[in-house]
């Protein structure tokens, strides 16, 4: 991801300058941008980032219990297929429904070479 064209602390740094800004002079006006304007932007982009913080918030929570259901699941899963698999045996076709691979499909183990 390419590099944000803006510094992380760009707010504080808005902010550092409208006080300076307004102790130099208030009334200045740059082109169409006076202390109100800028104040403004500063107050939006403040509050666009902080309903940003909030969602990043709601989503780290959602992907925590997301995961936890996920495991919860896949333990419920393992749990069908070994009772399958206990009921009707490694090779029925029962256990191959519930996505276990039966034992005549199996391949052997091959024995590990010697290291020399």
Known sequence: MPAKPYPTDVIEQAQS???????????LTLGNMNVETFTTHITQTADTASQIDSLETQLTNLRNQRDQEMAELWDKVKRVRTGVK???GDDSSQYEMVGGTRASERKSAKPKKKAA
Do not use: D, T
Request: hydrophobic content about 50%; proline content about 0%; aromatic content about 22%.
């Open 86 to 88: 206990s009921f009707y």
């Open 17 to 27: 300058v409208l006080n300076a800004w307004k102790q130099i002079n208030a009334e």
